[in-house]
């Protein structure tokens, strides 16, 4: 059994083509007829997602299959590990720093003489 299948012919082609062009021209013949259709269709649509989401919503009951049950051992690790994180920022506010834009001292003292040398003159 073979299956045979007809590739299509260049007249063929230019027929389909002019078809498909044709579309808009139709279309804009008839634009306010499309746009009464398109708004009906719009306005069916947001009707049924309304209506899924908001009507049928309300009328279905929240079903609680599992309570919750508060763990005092989690909760207490938990405390734990936030007090040692805030004694690590502690620890940091407590450490001076240097200040990467003061000169050092050893830089001062050789500025100084320099100074002093250019205004004697």
């Known amino acids: 059994m073979k299956i045979k299948f007809k590739l299509p012919t260049l007249q063929s082609l230019i027929k389909q083509v ?3 062009k044709k579309i808009p021209w139709v279309l804009a013949e008839h634009a306010f007829l499309n746009f009464l259709f398109f708004l009906f269709l ?5 009707g049924l997602i309304f209506y899924k989401y908001s009507i049928l919503a309300e009328k279905k009951e929240l079903q609680i299959e599992q ?3 508060f763990e005092e051992k989690t909760y207490q690790g938990i405390l734990r590990k936030w007090q040692e ?5 502690e620890k940091t506010s407590e450490k001076e ?5 003061q000169e050092l001292e050893e830089e001062k003292s050789e500025a100084e003489p320099e100074a002093e040398s250019e205004t004697e003159i």
């Open 42 to 46: 719009v306005l069916i649509l947001s």
């Open 85 to 89: 994180k805030e004694e690590g920022f």
């Open 67 to 69: 309570t919750f049950q």
């Open 18 to 20: 002019t078809k498909i």
């Open 97 to 101: 720093y240097l200040d990467p834009f």
